[in-house]
């Protein structure tokens, strides 16, 4: 499948300057509001109560919603878990109640909404959750590092700097987004983040493996020519796998339940910007580094010498 003619000739390069200005932007409202507002962290986080119904006909979410909310439960998550006919209900920690007390109050609640049973109650301490948020924050970290060293033994290390570069943007401005709009940032979502990361990667290295080449091909360009000239030639690429894996995802997030809702809205956030990121943040940084076709051309007198050689 072919979007765009192969004959493109787009300066992409030429509007780098405007590109950076916006991703400036969107970093930095990011990490204002990360520091102002913080994350609306999950019970998968924070500790609170899982709490699953089962009814003898199909449920409707939002009569639960509404006779939750009017016993106290303001905060609580509802959303169908497996079939129609069962639901799951999420409390954030925020009183001393029992497991016995706490469902009797949720079965009493819920007594308007249809024939229901209670199935389990489960409770999540935040010590669990503080334990979950530090381990998921350090497989981040490992997985960047590990990129660090992949991307350097493979290509060399300037280009190791800007896929870095590129993948740290897709992560604070994803992560940011959360944070602005106040959307539920549980597990689900993290997992999303890691994704979005491995997504990044893979379409950084596309064109960077264009550039490779053609900087061995095209050693009377410039490397701002020959770094336009593999965006060129990728981006049909890029397009044709970013929409598909956006028509995947907007299909999640509308039809695919309340269950993996964030996970979808985290994908769609860092699929856009991970592929506006493999063009003007991993392939930019490599004119900042000043790379050039000495830099990736194998040295022709080590040749020579070795083919001398009896």
Known sequence: ?????????????????????????????????????????????????????????????????????????????????????????????????????????????????????????????????????????????????????????????????GSVAALIHDVIITIGFFSVTQAPFDLTVLAAVLAVIGYSLNDTIVVFDRIRENFRRMRKWTPLEVINGSINQTISRTLVTSLTTLLVLLALFFIGGEVIHSFALALIVGVVVGTYSSIYIASTMLVLLNVSSEDLIPDEKENEEVDELP
């Open 1 to 161: 499948m072919q979007l765009l003619k192969d004959s493109l000739n787009i300066d992409f390069l030429g509007k780098k300057n405007i590109a950076w200005i916006i991703s400036a932007i969107l970093i930095v409202v990011s990490i204002a509001s990360l520091t102002i507002r913080g994350l609306n962290l999950g019970i998968d986080f924070t500790g609170g109560t899982l709490v699953e119904v089962g009814y003898q006909q199909a449920a409707e979410l939002e009569p639960i919603r509404a006779a939750l909310e009017n016993a106290t439960f303001e905060d609580a998550i509802v959303q169908h878990f497996g079939t129609a006919k069962d639901v799951l209900i999420r409390l954030p920690a925020a009183n001393d109640l029992n497991a016995a007390e706490l469902s009797n109050q949720v079965l009493a609640a819920l007594q308007s909404t249809g024939d229901l049973s209670m199935r389990r109650v489960e409770f999540v301490g935040p010590q669990v959750g503080e334990e979950l948020r530090d381990d998921g924050g350090l497989a981040v970290l490992y997985a960047l590092f590990g990129i660090l060293i992949y991307v350097a033994l493979r290509f060399e290390y300037r280009f190791s700097l």
